[in-house]
């Protein structure tokens, strides 16, 4: 079955919660990256967003793993799809979101 896109009101949403998510990621590697694959494959936009912004904040902290690093790029790939089409921006500028909502 294929998911239409999120709308453009979805996606302006799913900036925002990247921006002011504040969860903590679990500290086991393999128990982390299990959780994350499963959130990428689920195709809900707004738990891969998640999974960027735990997997940014590790990477920011602590270092990614290779499987974190294939996570993070997998994640974020997925978004900046669905924002570009939603929001009917370039990639350039869906990346200057992401990059912006990340921080």
């Known amino acids: 079955m294929v998911r239409s896109l999120i709308s453009a009101t979805e ?7 990247i921006e002011t998510w504040d969860g903590k990621a679990k ?5 982390r990256a299990d959780k994350h694959q499963a959130a990428i494959e689920s195709g809900d936009p707004f738990k891969y967003a998640k999974v960027a912004k735990e997997l940014e904040r590790i990477r920011a902290e602590d270092g ?3 499987r974190d690093r294939a996570n993070l790029a997998q ?5 900046k799809e669905e924002i570009t ?3 009917k921006k370039t990639a350039a500028q869906t990346e200057m979101l992401l990059e912006k909502a990340l921080e």
């Open 11 to 17: 996606a302006r949403e799913l900036l925002q919660q």
């Open 27 to 31: 500290t086991q590697s393999k128990a």
């Open 64 to 66: 990614l793993r290779p």
């Open 75 to 79: 994640s974020l790939a997925l978004l």
């Open 85 to 87: 089409y939603s929001l």
